[in-house]
């Protein structure tokens, strides 16, 4: 009966560590004070594999409160979509802003809509935003992790600097 006992609780901590790597934003403790200059580090060109395919970023030096990035998804030499966003200092913190587009560079999301992602936390080596973790490697490699919206899964992308 322990034993049966043990496996129950090893499988409930099993399915409940699913996302280890990322965090999600909690309206009542906010955002902690952050500046570009805390995300610096991710500027840059990157390229890494994930999701059966190519990984491709390009992150801009911090200017005017932003951080400028491009993203791009190659499958079977083919792009199959393209990221551009931000992050942007507000408040006296970071917010990581999107948007997606098709190969067809049609837009994904409504004109005047964009995805949004608060800043939860930072550490020593990572930067969380709800949903979305960068975590540096070392000065020539970075994580991020993702939790995909539709499946509620966390993907890592790993990536080396260009």
């Not at 034993?3 to 280890?20: E, V």
């Not at 500027?43 to 993203?71: H, Q, V, Y």
């Not at 006296?92 to 995805?115: I, M, R, T």
Request: charged residues 30%.
């Amino acid at each position: 009966m322990k034993k049966l006992f043990f496996i129950i609780a090893i499988s409930i901590f099993t399915l409940s560590c699913k996302a280890q790597n990322t965090l999600h934003y909690n309206d009542e403790k906010g955002s902690p004070k952050a500046t570009l200059e805390d995300v610096s580090w991710v500027s840059g060109t990157w390229r890494g594999e994930a999701l059966g395919g190519i990984c491709e970023e390009f992150w801009d030096k911090p200017s005017a409160n932003s951080m400028m990035f491009c993203f791009k998804f190659i499958k079977n030499n083919e792009v199959v979509f393209y990221e551009l966003g931000h992050i942007k200092e507000i408040e006296n913190s970071l917010v990581l802003e999107l948007k997606h587009f098709g190969a067809d560079l049609k837009g994904w999301e409504k004109a005047d809509e964009k995805q949004s992602f608060r800043l939860v936390k930072i550490d020593d080596y990572r930067v969380y935003f709800d949903q979305f973790t960068f975590e540096r490697v070392s000065e020539n490699e970075m994580n991020l992790y993702v939790i995909f919206e539709k499946t509620g899964e966390e993907v890592k992308f790993n990536y080396k600097r260009q």
